[in-house]
T-cell receptor
Framework: SQQGEEDPQALSIQEGENATMNCSYKTSINNLQWYRQNSGRGLVHLIL?????REKHSGRLRVTLDTSKKSSSLLITASRAADTASYFCATETSGSRLTFGEGTQLTVNP | GAVVSQHPSRVICKSGTSVKIECRSLDFQATTMFWYRQFPKKSLMLMAT?????????EQGVEKDKFLINHASLTLSTLTVTSAHPEDSSFYICSAPGTSSHYNEQFFGPGTRLTVL
């Protein structure tokens, strides 16, 4: 079953703006991961944040994790049209099993 | 990074037939692989965990006789949709956990779009 909820479900912004997506989950986790999916394609791993970490950066990506609120956010700075995709959070609880959130469809307009 | 391939990328079949989907880890060994299905504009639902040399572990609500999984080697897992029906039409994606250099990261195949007529 899906334990993650993401908001917004859809986000449309202009190139150069920042995009923020949020994810909430219900159970204790080992780590939380963010993935990107272009339409009709497989998923690409973006970033992983462990349960004992609060913030992580990778290029234009910034991820935060608040285990007390069971929530995470993904910030994409200086967005580009090529960032248009669906973004999913996924929580890992045990045995490498991932539970995915519902996803956010991001559209970056040129 | 590690590469996972799937074959075929797209398949159309008639109701009642069986379809086999292959998932291969190309440059690393995977004792465990995962199978997901995804409906249009929806999230990924974990169907089962494929274990090399032993039986697959199915998620609640997934019919193991309907979705046969065989993990025959350290680089190949297959998902067979038996007696397919239109409601089985979906996007099926496999993944494999990364090696020690990419610990916890999972590598996803490009997916297989199944259409059952």
């Amino acid at each position: 079953s899906q334990q993650g909820e993401e908001d917004p479900q859809a986000l449309s912004i202009q190139e150069g703006e920042n995009a923020t997506m949020n994810c909430s989950y219900k159970t204790s986790i080992n780590n939380l991961q963010w993935y990107r999916q272009n339409s009709g394609r497989g998923l690409v791993h973006l970033i992983l944040i462990r349960s004992n970490e609060r913030e992580k950066h990778s290029g234009r990506l910034r991820v935060t994790l608040d285990t007390s609120k069971k929530s995470s956010s993904l910030l994409i700075t200086a967005s580009r049209a090529a960032d248009t995709a669906s973004y999913f959070c996924a929580t890992e609880t045990s045995g490498s099993r991932l539970t995915f959130g519902e996803g956010t469809q991001l559209t970056v307009n040129p | 990074g590690a590469v996972v391939s799937q074959h075929p990328s797209r398949v159309i079949c008639k109701s009642g037939t069986s379809v086999k989907i292959e998932c291969r880890s190309l440059d690393f060994q995977a004792t465990t692989m995962f199978w997901y299905r995804q409906f249009p504009k929806k999230s990924l639902m974990l169907m089962a965990t494929s274990n090399e040399g032993s039986k697959a572990t199915y998620e609640q609500g997934v019919e193991k006789d309907k979705f046969l999984i065989n993990h025959a080697s350290l680089t190949l897992s297959t998902l067979t949709v038996t007696s397919a029906h239109p409601e089985d039409s979906s996007f099926y994606i496999c993944s494999a956990p990364g090696t020690s250099s990419h610990y916890n990261e999972q590598f996803f195949g490009p997916g297989t779009r199944l259409t059952v007529l």
